[in-house]
């Protein structure tokens, strides 16, 4: 028989504890006590079967034969302090039913509570220099409208949503700055300075939400502790890598990957020592950089190939390589929450779609202007894209179809892109 663990998994009452997290706490230690007085029952019960000579084993012979009654008396005794202890368990019994009904009268009360509430929206960057320039656009992608505009740092090129979903970081480059939006008052709560000439360009946070990591245009890759919003380290690239303009990292968060858009490579990051143990050749100008769900492939863009190249993460290899249209420029890459598809933005105005099984393109989506970067929304049905034709829009494309079926129109410069489903309450 075993017993529960206290507290359950994933409960840690250092952090805190939520009201259904104290309700599975109660549950657990009643089942505690449930077994506890199972344990003393079953041993009374061996008491008395000791007693009258019937506590045998598998061949029948007696367990312990000196607990054995010698006579009636020693036989009534035995079973007056079993009587005794068992009125106890009653008791105990008793009280927790009553304890386990105070319980379920809790669960009752949070079942009834309201859920907060909660809307999956789109961050867009927008760096235009021109009103309304520097901000961030916030669109609620179940009626493709912007609910709000956020004033940030200068020209800012990028936005990340942390894992728990409060907080954006957005990379301005204009003015070597991190804003930091509280995502349930769409406002800055903080600015994380940078040294002057960094020019963040990229932001990507790691799965547990512990760090941010900014791709700068100085051959460097910030690392930022969310809990301060300070930068704890810096991890120098080799020299002549200037032109870094994208970031991501690995689902089990051990690894970023750097694009290089001038030095033609990809520079892996390993994030326990934040420093970089590989380089990967890529083309002439890598621009974009995703990967997969389970983490083993990094699908990366090169512009000026014209192709997209597939890394495998376990060897830090290009085992394929995708070719878009000829002439064209593949720049924004994204991959569909399930990992059975990538989405690539073209400059000539077309999104293709990438079988990540076959590695092959498997359809085109025309939407004109200059597509830049993709996100999808947490279920995977929609896919926002940043396009810079003029006017400047965030086209919405249906992924069973894949059609265009909406353009919301945004600022004067849309670049950057995050999806999450945010809870104000």
Not at 144 to 152: A, L, M
Not at 264 to 282: G, L
Not at 327 to 338: C, E, F, H, Q, S
Request: aromatic share 6%.
């Amino acid at each position: 028989m075993s017993f529960p663990n206290i507290p359950p998994e994933g409960i840690n009452p250092i952090d805190g504890l939520e009201p259904e997290q104290v309700a599975l706490l109660l549950l657990a230690s009643i089942a505690f006590e449930e077994l506890g007085l199972a344990h003393v029952i079953n041993a009374e019960a061996e008491k008395l079967q000791g007693s009258i000579g019937t506590l045998v084993d598998a061949n029948g012979n007696p367990i312990n034969p000196l607990i054995q009654a010698r006579s009636l008396a020693e036989l009534l005794q035995v079973n007056q302090e079993v009587e005794k202890l068992l009125r106890t368990v009653v008791k105990k019994e008793m009280l927790l039913q009553f304890k386990f009904e105070n319980v379920l009268d809790l669960l009752a009360t949070l079942d009834s509570s309201p859920s907060p509430p909660c809307n999956t929206l789109a961050y867009v960057t927008n760096s235009g220099n021109g009103s309304p320039g520097s901000t961030v656009w916030v669109i609620d992608t179940a009626t493709n409208t912007i609910i709000t505009t956020i004033p940030v740092g200068n020209s800012p090129i990028d936005v990340a949503i942390t894992p728990n979903r409060t907080r954006a970081y957005v990379a301005n480059a204009g003015d070597d700055t991190v804003s930091v939006i509280d995502t349930a008052t769409n406002t800055v709560i903080t600015t994380i300075p940078f040294p002057a000439g960094s020019v963040p360009a990229a932001i990507a946070i790691t799965p547990n939400g512990t760090r941010a990591y900014v791709a700068d245009n100085d051959d460097t890759v910030s690392v930022i502790d969310t809990a301060t919003n300070t930068i704890i380290a810096t991890v120098p690239l080799f020299s002549g890598s200037s032109g870094t303009i994208d970031i991501a990292i690995t689902p089990n968060g051990t690894r970023a990957y750097v694009a290089n858009f001038n030095s033609h490579n990809v520079s892996v990051i390993d994030t326990a020592t934040n420093t970089v143990i590989t380089t990967i050749p890529v083309g002439n100008t890598p621009t974009d950089i995703a990967i997969t769900p389970d983490g083993t492939r990094a699908y990366v863009t090169d512009f000026n190939s014209h192709n997209v190249f597939v890394i495998d993460t376990a060897t830090n290899t290009i085992i394929d390589t995708v070719s878009v249209f000829p002439g064209t420029g593949p720049g924004g890459v994204a991959i569909t929450p399930n990992g059975t598809r990538a989405y690539v933005a073209n400059s000539n105005g077309v999104i293709l779609v990438i079988d990540t099984a076959t590695n092959t393109v498997i359809d085109f989506i025309s939407i004109g202007g200059l597509p830049a970067t993709i996100a999808f929304t947490p279920d995977g049905t929609r896919a926002y894209v940043t396009n810079g034709g003029v006017p400047f829009i965030v086209n919405v494309i249906d992924t069973a179809t894949n059609t265009a079926i909406d353009a919301i129109f945004v600022g004067n410069n849309a670049l950057g892109i995050a999806i999450g489903t945010i809870c104000t309450g």
